[in-house]
């Protein structure tokens, strides 16, 4: 079992920045790709970035690349998504997901296990 918890959004203007963390338990956690993804209200779950097991391999939603930087420590159990230069359409719950993805790292079904998400809202 794996168990995600976020943290770190909040409340930002735009043209800012924020980090959100999210903190794994388990010894496997090294072993697990993890993304993050996020939901806007009215809208669905959509992908934002990935980072593979290693560590150095990542992958990004267009609408976030060059703006958003994805990063994990194995040893701390926690991954981090760096969000530079908000706009108001980052604005929704982030969510951390962990898997064995393999090729399937953008879908949502690819993952086996899920945070409860962080907020992040981005004001004009």
């Known amino acids: 079992q794996v168990q995600l918890v976020e943290s770190g959004g909040g409340l930002v203007q735009a043209g800012g920045s924020l980090r959100v963390s999210c903190a794994a338990s388990?010894?496997?956690?090294?072993?697990?790709?993890m993304g993050w993804f996020r939901q806007a209200p009215g809208k669905e779950r959509e992908f934002v970035a990935t980072i593979m097991w290693s560590g150095g391999i990542t992958y990004y939603a267009d609408s976030v690349k060059g703006r958003f930087t994805i990063s994990r420590d194995n040893a701390k159990n926690t991954v981090y998504l760096q969000m530079n230069s908000l706009k108001v359409e980052d604005t929704a719950v982030y969510y951390c997901?962990?898997?064995?993805?393999?090729?399937?790292?953008?879908?949502?079904?690819?993952?086996?296990?899920w945070g409860q998400g962080t907020q992040v809202t981005v004001s004009s």
């Open positions: 997901a962990a898997g064995l993805v393999g090729s399937s790292w953008r879908i949502k079904g690819a993952y086996d296990y």
């Open positions: 388990g010894r496997t956690f090294s072993r697990y790709a």
